[in-house]
């Protein structure tokens, strides 16, 4: 589940708020235009960025302080 996710870089807000649920066994996409925040989103799911401002939960465990058991 992903909660009111926000980075910013600067002035710029790369990904404002996103909220997503997605279930086990579910396959999804991310579909949008040149710089619409899809790297960034997949950045932060997996580390390489950290958020601005949200959450998301992994199987109960937060980004923001359970990544490596993620």
Same mark, same amino acid.
Request: avoid cysteine.
């Given at each position: 589940m992903i909660k009111n996710l926000t %980075? /910013?870089?600067g002035n710029l %807000?790369? *990904?404002?708020?996103i909220n997503l649920s *997605? %279930?086990? $066994?579910e396959v999804f996409a991310i579909l949008g235009h040149n710089g619409a925040g899809k790297t960034t989103l997949i950045n932060i799911l997996t580390g390489m960025f950290s958020t /601005?401002?949200?959450?998301? *939960?992994?199987? $109960?465990k937060s980004i923001l302080t359970d990544l490596e058991y993620i």
């Open positions: %980075k /910013t870089f %807000k790369a *990904i404002n708020h *997605i %279930k086990e $066994g /601005t401002s949200g959450d998301a *939960i992994v199987y $109960g």
